[in-house]
């Protein structure tokens, strides 16, 4: 079992729709999550950087974690065509290194 | 956040031969950090490069496929060595930003033929 697992899509979804991209994960000793954006042949951009659990909004971009259900979500408010990308989950523990841990992405396309 | 110039961005290699990635970021950073993300996979870290000292390979990643150099708190370069088609991937840098989280270049995508 990976240690953390993202349904890959592809999501397809009408534009002005509200998405929602989510990560599960196993190891507890996780503190700190990220959500990164990906467009094709480009590196991944962070979008959400939260620590421990409860929610964090970034203009059309919510980001919650419930660590109790080891459950990270991203919620995007409407959705636009520029919104269409690949999402990816990551995170990483409270101690020493900083190694990421990722999911494999989420493809989203948004649709005119 | 800090920025980060890779280079070069895509290449097309032959088998045998050996790629160095060169990554630049506008400020000084303590660690910077080189994956590898291949099709429909997470990505991967490869290794963990300080500044005057070896860097730290993860487990399935040795120094003699993937030797890199730190020479300055800007810089790193990494190697693809003796390459095989099993290599073609993308390869990114990224270093630790702390408040601003991780940043990433815009990866070198490998094909090797």
């Known amino acids: 079992q990976k240690e953390v697992e993202q349904d890959p899509g592809p999501l397809s979804v009408p534009e002005g729709a509200i998405v929602s991209l989510n990560c599960t994960y196993s190891n507890s000793a996780f503190q700190y999550f990220m959500w990164y954006r990906q467009y094709s042949r480009k590196g991944p951009e962070l979008l959400m950087y939260t620590y421990s659990s409860g929610n964090k909004e970034d203009g059309r971009f919510t980001a919650q974690v419930d660590k109790s259900s080891k459950y990270i979500s991203l919620f995007i408010r409407d959705s636009q065509p520029s919104d269409s990308a690949t999402y990816l989950c990551?995170?990483?523990?409270?101690?020493?290194?900083?190694?990421?841990?990722f999911g494999t992405g989420t493809q989203l396309k948004v649709e005119l | 956040s800090a920025v980060i110039s890779q280079k070069p961005s895509r290449d097309i290699c032959q088998r045998g031969t050996s790629l160095t990635i060169q990554c630049q970021v506008d400020?000084?950073?303590?660690?910077m950090f080189w994956y590898r993300q291949q099709p429909g996979q997470s990505l991967t870290l490869i290794a963990t490069a300080n500044q005057g000292s070896e860097a730290t390979y993860e487990s399935g990643f040795v120094i003699d496929k993937f030797p890199i150099s730190r020479p300055n708190l800007t810089f790193s370069t990494l190697t693809v060595s003796n390459m095989s088609p099993e290599d073609s991937s993308i390869y990114l840098c990224s270093v630790d930003s702390r408040a601003d989280g991780y940043t990433f270049g815009s990866g070198t995508r490998l094909t090797v033929v």
């Open positions: 990551a995170m990483k523990g409270a101690g020493g290194g900083n190694k990421l841990t």
């Open positions: 400020s000084q950073v303590t660690m």
